[in-house]
Nanobody, 116 residues
Framework: QVQLVESGGGLVQAGGCLRL?????????????MGWYRQAPGKQRELVAV???????NYLDSVKGRFTISRDNAKNTVYLQMNSLKPEDTAVYYC??????????WGQGTQVTVSS
């Protein structure tokens, strides 16, 4: 059974930084892409950043230049470095992993709170 475990969320002041990590465990033969989504209260879940197996990346416009996604294939881990955080970045951040066959797995979520 595949599990995604996130860490690194917390409370930070505006302008600060956080680094989220997500490690996948279980029987994993291949990973198509890993990414981060977020959901703020009363809003829909949105894609923040994604990195494919060939390291192509894509970002939500509002985080471009501030967030960086990276992955360690040997550890089945994806990271999200978040700099220059803003109060509007406050949300629960979810790790996401897609494997061949279009199976998708989700982490349990980690809270990021940015105070003004």
């Amino acid at each position: 059974q595949v599990q995604l475990v996130e860490s690194g969320g917390g409370l930070v002041q505006a302008g600060g930084c956080l680094r989220l990590s997500c490690t996948a465990s279980g029987t994993i033969f291949s990973i198509s892409a890993m990414g981060w989504y977020r959901q703020a209260p009363g809003k829909q879940r949105e894609l923040v950043a994604v990195i494919t197996s060939n390291t192509r990346t894509n970002y939500l416009d509002s985080v471009k230049g501030r967030f960086t996604i990276s992955r360690d294939n040997a550890k089945n881990t994806v990271y999200l470095q978040m700099n220059s955080l803003k109060p509007e970045d406050t949300a629960v951040y979810y790790c996401n992993m897609k494997v061949p066959g279009d199976l998708v797995y989700w982490g349990q979520g980690t809270q990021v709170t940015v105070s003004s």
